[in-house]
């Protein structure tokens, strides 16, 4: 029988954080992107209790950067990646320690780096752990869980023609139950506006307790609030306790096109919850509610607009091993 994986806000032993690598990537926002990675980084290993930091760089250049950008906060390896999110191609860890690591396509094709197919494995291999190879594609940013056995995702991901094209809902759900123990699916539609992930829902919907499910509000110049609306529809008809959160509503890149965007994106760490903010008006709110949520860890709430840049935010760019 395969334990279904803990809880993100179960004890960790470490995390690892993706560290950008690749100026030909990155352009003008290789430094800032660093910078704020690092800062992520810092606040994780602040907050304590035995979390373990560890940096994941690419080449010796990037581990150069990243040992200077970390000030001793934090372990930096290299391991070859064509880019940092490490939620979508690092190792998916059970309820008994061992490691999932499941086909990557570059989610659907559009983003075919060297290094990213097998860095998830590699990644568990050098923690000594046991590495089950699955022939079916997962991104971990595609799925959250409760450690109960339950799952939610996106129809608009898990059921896209890019990813698995020969499967079923229910083939999918068969597969999510005998990989990774989920025995109960919760199935959203769409995920956000211009996510090139194809819908993850780690931007969306966010487990924060046994079957209570985090979805935003939206606010009133929002480009997502149909999707928010159809969700919180969807996981109340489920039987899930759907909790409302802040949104941060429209925001742009310099280019005037609207980004994905989203306090979902948050990491919860054994001792600090960190939050994605973008100077918008619901910042403090976001940060606010988290505290309620989470009273016994520190929330920090910090920029990660350069990140984003690159299509994710702090969720995105980490993988924690669980306390077992």
């Not at 430094?31 to 080449?59: Q, T």
Request: aromatic letters at 8%; one cysteine or more; glycine letters at 10%.
């Amino acid at each position: 029988m395969i334990l279904p994986p803990p809880p993100e806000w179960a004890p960790h032993d470490a995390v690892w954080i993706g560290f950008p690598s690749h100026p030909e990537l990155w352009l003008e926002d290789l430094e800032p992107a660093r910078a704020e990675v690092a800062a992520f980084a810092r606040a994780v290993h602040a907050a304590g209790r035995g979390e373990k930091v560890i940096l994941v760089a690419a080449d010796a250049e990037a581990a150069i950067a990243a040992e200077l950008a970390a000030a001793g906060t934090a372990q930096v390896v290299v391991e070859p990646f064509g880019d940092i999110w490490l939620r979508d191609t690092g190792p998916i860890i059970d309820g008994a320690g061992r490691a999932h690591d499941f086909r990557f396509n570059g989610w659907g094709g559009k983003y075919d780096l060297e290094g990213d197919s097998d860095v998830g494995a590699r990644l568990a291999r050098s923690r000594a752990l046991a590495v089950e190879a699955h022939g079916w594609i997962l991104e971990g940013g595609a799925i959250d869980g409760d450690g109960t056995g339950l799952c939610v995702t996106t129809e608009q991901c898990l059921l896209n023609p890019n990813r698995n094209p020969n499967l079923t809902k229910a083939e999918v759900e068969a597969l999510l139950a005998a990989d990774l123990g989920y025995s109960r699916v919760l199935w959203l539609g769409d995920g956000l506006l211009n996510d090139h992930t194809d819908g993850h829902v780690d931007n969306l919907a966010r487990f924060v307790g046994e079957n209570r499910l985090l979805i935003p509000q939206a606010t009133d110049n929002d480009p997502n609030w149909r999707v928010y609306q159809d969700a919180a529809q969807r996981a109340e008809a489920f039987g899930v306790e759907v909790v409302r959160f802040p949104s941060p509503g429209r925001v742009l890149s310099p280019e005037e096109e609207i980004v994905p965007a989203s306090y979902m994106n948050f990491y919860i760490g054994n001792a600090a919850v960190v939050v994605p903010v973008y100077g918008q008006d619901n910042d403090g709110a976001a940060i606010a509610a988290l505290e309620a949520l989470f009273p016994g860890r520190q929330v920090v709430g910090q920029r990660a607009d350069h990140i984003l840049t690159g299509g994710g935010s702090f969720h995105c760019i980490s993988q924690q091993l669980p306390r077992l």
